[in-house]
């Protein structure tokens, strides 16, 4: 199914980067820069790589594109529907990539700035809107809760010292009180890698970004390859998942069974929830075989 690829924007203020100065919060930060950040993370691209793609019985809502064209660049599916468009090094792909990487940049640290330093796992902590960085590596489990009203925006820097990579391990992040996975922005300087976890917000990679197991409600955009194993991925473009729901607050539609995994995409209306075909139903079985 065809959506319209619409253009990342690149940021065009560069924000908070980390040293051991006070946090910008959401009042701080100003209109531009949340319009920007919004922009950029409207993209139908759910998942950007640069050369491979990769998704192993899970499920993509949005497009998946490659900036790298065929040979080197791909996308390999199995068991894994995706509800969009796939684009393999193509000018929408190549566009969206560029982009990508003009908004990478330009939320960069850069010394003298400030925001809030992190430390630990991020286990029972709740955040407000704001700038936080982790000046190395990351290493997350456990629920963090990120507090604050829709308009509110998040920026996390992982690597502000110039490597270090994201892992997140059992790691649920909740929203609350209207924050919006759309409005959340992981900046990561190498790679980030998920398992088990329940993810809000989208991850910009300076290497591999790894998904296996869980959920994630974002885009993965990555400057290497992507692979997700078992992950429901929903991405930004064209929804709103403020809430951990995908942004789904309608119903499951269902388009009767034996017709193939549809990823039930008219209208978006699926947003996580596999229809019949997805969940075993057969013909003269109308009934979803997980009897929801």
């Known amino acids: ?81 995706v509800t969009g468009s796939i684009h393999i090094g193509d000018g929408a792909a190549q566009g969206a990539y560029a982009s990508f990487l003009a908004s990478y940049a330009a939320l960069a640290p850069v010394a003298g700035e400030s925001c809030t330093m992190l430390t630990g796992t991020l286990a029972g902590v709740t955040l407000a809107p704001g700038t936080y960085c982790f000046d190395a590596a990351a290493a997350l489990t456990g629920t963090l809760t990120l507090d604050g009203p829709s308009n509110g925006t998040w920026i996390f820097k992982i690597g502000t010292s110039g490597t270090g990579a994201l892992t997140g391990t059992n790691f649920n992040v909740v929203l609350a009180n209207g924050a919006n996975a759309c409005n959340v922005t992981w900046w990561v300087s190498q790679a980030a890698t998920l398992t088990t976890s329940n993810f809000q917000g989208s991850i910009w990679a300076g290497a591999a970004i790894t998904l296996t197991g869980g959920s994630f409600n974002g885009n993965v955009w990555s400057m290497a390859d992507v692979t997700i194993t078992g992950t429901a991925l929903v991405g930004c473009g064209g929804s709103t998942p403020g809430n951990g729901n995908g942004g789904n607050n309608g119903s499951k539609c269902n388009q009767g069974v034996g017709n193939g995994p549809e990823g039930c995409d008219p209208g978006k209306s699926n947003r996580r929830n596999p229809s019949n075909d997805e969940l075993g139903g057969l013909p003269g079985e109308p009934g979803r075989k997980g009897g929801r």
């Open 1 to 81: 199914m065809q959506y319209t690829t619409r253009s990342l924007l690149a940021l065009t203020l560069v924000l908070a980067a980390c040293t051991d100065g006070g946090s910008i919060t959401g009042a701080d930060a100003s209109a531009s820069v949340r319009s920007s950040m919004q922009s950029a993370q409207s993209s139908d691209f759910a998942v950007l790589a640069n050369a491979a793609a990769t998704c192993t019985n899970g499920t993509i809502l949005g497009d998946v594109g490659t900036n790298q064209a065929t040979p080197t660049g791909s996308f390999t599916q199995t068991v894994c529907p």
